[in-house]
């Protein structure tokens, strides 16, 4: 093992990734208990000891146990020495915790604006004619100065583009109410399901999760996923999604560097790309492809390899592929397009092989110092440092209580955005329709009383115009009690 490689274990020959390579992406695969979660581990520990940052989602809520030392465990020791790791110890690892609800770290949080219509189309998994309305949406927030940073600016600017529909036609296009009430359902589902604390500011900033610690070891965050997959799965996808874009958009061009700015682990990574549109698939290929410029590695894992589309799948460079099993003839398929995707080795049926690994090995083949994949090998990967339980308690509020981030996140910000903006506008408008109701009612009073009720008269037929043409429910509230008080 050297300085720029991670040893991950044994088999004919000693396997290890170098980390110049690691921004050319990799592969962790794998039946369910087969070892995926160890691996993860494995190369979380090594890229934290040479100082790269790594991102990774806790599925199982046990990834928090690498704040803490495993302790001495006999069957750990047993396997370093099977697989002369001399220089196996035990040890804890900086982390920061985070979670999108708020509930076991950090928050983390968006702007509705930032996010973007595409992502934001697919985590409500729109139909093409809704995610019109939502372009035409965001391109009114943005001619007209509307900030739209949570759920609450866009549920107001929907509102107001309903409203305005006949008005916005000729420049936007059609904007039907029926397709802006399907929209505004499946924002209140998301809502359910607690997605809306996610959005908001004060917005995640990226150096936050690219720091080492005094001893230059990087920084591992963690982010509590395990109620996020099971309550919201898509919103765990997009929000992944969302990150990824903000690297590759935000950080500078690198080139050729001894070792990575950061890996992201993408955990359960078939999630992104159920049932998602083209245009998504061909954006996520595109950021895999042109990130590991900006230096960055992306490490997707998952059980099937089959669930990566081929066109993401042939940019990942470095595989670690556990156990498969053979149960159907899909199964097999998948078992074959895995084996296929290794360099060959003619001393391994790797067909073969890969359903018969037994817990804790792999068929592993990285990228030399030209680029070129190793051929596999059986491997027998290392024990890892940290501790495998989670953090009770204590622990964890320990961490979070010396955490480099300490107060910076904790407490949401509501700064004047669309939903502020519109309100005042109802509110303009409910006064300037009471003004002119007023000047009505005077020159009404100066004029001889007739018999039986007036027709509308003009000016109240422009103050109720004016009613109905505010974009706000709370605005047109405030307005119509106003008019009731006045024509009584």
Same mark, same amino acid.
């Given at each position: ?87 196996? +110890? ?89 397709? %802006? ?172 092989? %890969? ?26 990967? +290392? ?52 003004? %002119? ?52």
């Amino acid at each position: 093992m050297t300085d720029l490689s991670i040893f991950l274990g044994k088999g004919e020959s000693s396997q290890s990734l170098l980390l110049k390579q690691a921004n050319r992406h990799g592969l962790i695969a794998g039946a369910t208990g087969t070892g995926k979660t160890v691996s993860l581990r494995i190369l979380a520990e090594g890229f934290s000891r040479q100082g790269v940052p790594v991102f990774m989602a806790d599925a199982k809520g046990d990834l928090s146990g690498m704040a803490e030392a495993c302790g001495s465990v006999p069957a750990f020791e047993k396997r370093a020495k099977i697989v002369d790791y001399s220089d196996y +110890i035990t040890e804890a690892f900086p982390i920061i915790l985070w979670d999108l609800y708020g509930e076991q770290g950090h928050p983390i949080r968006a702007t509705v604006q930032n996010m973007g219509p595409l992502l934001l189309a697919r985590m409500l998994e729109l139909n093409e004619v809704q995610e019109g309305i939502l372009n035409v949406a965001f391109s009114v927030a943005e001619d007209e100065n509307l900030p739209i940073l949570d759920f609450k600016d866009l549920k107001a600017l929907l509102i107001n583009i309903s409203d305005r529909s006949k008005e916005l036609r000729a420049t936007y296009g059609n904007v039907s109410p029926q397709s %802006i009430g399907a929209i505004q359902r499946k924002l209140l589902t998301l809502e359910r399901q607690g997605a809306e604390q996610f959005f908001g500011e004060p917005e995640l900033e990226l150096k936050d999760m690219m720091r080492t610690n005094i001893d230059g070891r990087g920084y591992i965050s963690v982010l509590a996923a395990d109620k996020l997959m099971r309550e919201s799965p898509s919103l765990y996808a997009i929000f992944l999604m969302w990150l990824l874009s903000r690297l590759f958009e935000e950080l500078p061009e690198q080139g050729d560097a001894d070792k990575p700015k950061m890996v992201f682990f993408f955990d359960e990574a078939h999630l992104l790309f159920d049932r998602a549109p083209r245009v998504l698939v061909d954006r996520i290929e595109q950021v895999v492809r042109l990130i590991r410029s900006k230096g960055v590695g992306v490490f997707f894992v998952t059980q099937n390899p089959a669930d990566i589309p081929d066109d993401v799948l042939g940019q990942l460079g470095n595989k670690i592929q556990h156990a498969l099993r053979a149960f159907t003839p899909k199964d097999q398929k998948a078992i074959k397009a895995a084996a296929q995707s290794f360099r060959e080795n003619p001393k391994l049926d790797v067909r073969e092989v %890969i359903q018969t690994l037994g817990v804790g090995e792999a068929l592993v083949s990285t990228l030399d110092t030209k680029g070129v994949p190793t051929m596999v090998e059986q491997t027998l990967i +290392i024990p890892p440092s940290s501790q495998l339980d989670p953090l009770t308690k204590p622990q964890r509020q320990t961490v979070l209580d010396n955490s480099p981030v300490l107060g910076k996140y904790d407490e949401a910000l509501d700064r004047e955005s669309a939903h502020e903006k519109l309100l005042k506008k109802s509110q303009e408008a409910a006064e300037k329709a009471k003004k %002119i109701a007023e000047k009505e009612a005077e020159l009404n009073e100066s004029k001889p009383a007739k018999k039986g009720r007036q027709r509308q008269t003009v000016w109240e037929s422009m103050a109720k115009s004016v009613v109905r043409s505010v974009g706000s429910s709370v605005g047109r509230k405030i307005a119509k009690n106003l008019l009731k008080s006045l024509f009584k």
